[in-house]
């Protein structure tokens, strides 16, 4: 996410939401989910954390992604798993560093979690060419750590002049925005 910029779980399912989520193209709609943490979860770790619950209280996973939005500047969906009860209910039973209530969740029956992260998707909003490039920038950088990363053991080998080009480029274009404007 762009920092220096306050990202907040949408309180509205507004248009750029709607062609955020027609471009990640689940086929399915937002929903609302709590945010429940399990005591012994930990952030960055829904995948682990859902398995744990479903030891513990049957149901399944269901994955997806979290909507976030940058009021005025972007909307972006993060790849992300939550628990689905036995009920149905979908509850969000991860630890959060944000310590958000409730999420903003699409969820998307083609995709699963593996080893390695999935890259963010986002959209500008309102339309901005140096957000675009930042988000871009962004992906581009998770696609290179992925493709440095052993899946198995998640231990990265990073070449240090890339990696170093691909930080440069996304901390260039987020001082543009920073000093423009988005």
């Known amino acids: 996410m762009l920092d220096g910029f306050e990202t907040i779980v949408p309180k509205e399912c507004h248009v750029g939401i709607l062609k955020l989520c027609r471009m990640i193209g689940t086929g399915t709609s937002p929903v609302r989910v709590r945010v429940v943490p399990e005591p012994q979860s930990m952030p960055n770790e829904c995948g682990q954390n859902v ?4 030891q513990r209280c049957g149901g399944s996973i269901q994955h997806g992604w ?21 009920a ?19 969820p998307d029956r083609s995709r699963k979690l593996c080893s390695l992260p999935v890259p963010n998707m986002g959209i500008s909003w309102p339309y901005s060419k140096p957000v675009e490039r930042f988000l871009e920038a962004e992906a581009a950088f998770q ?18 002049k890339e990696h170093e ?14 000093k423009d404007g988005a």
């Open 51 to 54: 398995q744990t619950k479903i």
């Open 143 to 160: 696609r290179f750590k992925n493709r440095h990363t052993d899946p198995n053991t998640r231990l990265a080998g990073f070449p240090k």
């Open 66 to 86: 979290i909507i976030w939005e940058v009021p005025n500047v972007l909307i972006e969906g993060e790849f992300h798993a939550v628990w689905q009860s036995p």
């Open 165 to 178: 080009w691909h930080v440069r480029q996304i901390e260039l274009v987020r001082q543009k925005i920073m």
């Open 88 to 106: 149905g209910e979908l509850l969000c039973v991860s630890a959060r560093e944000d310590e958000e209530g409730e999420l903003l969740f699409l």
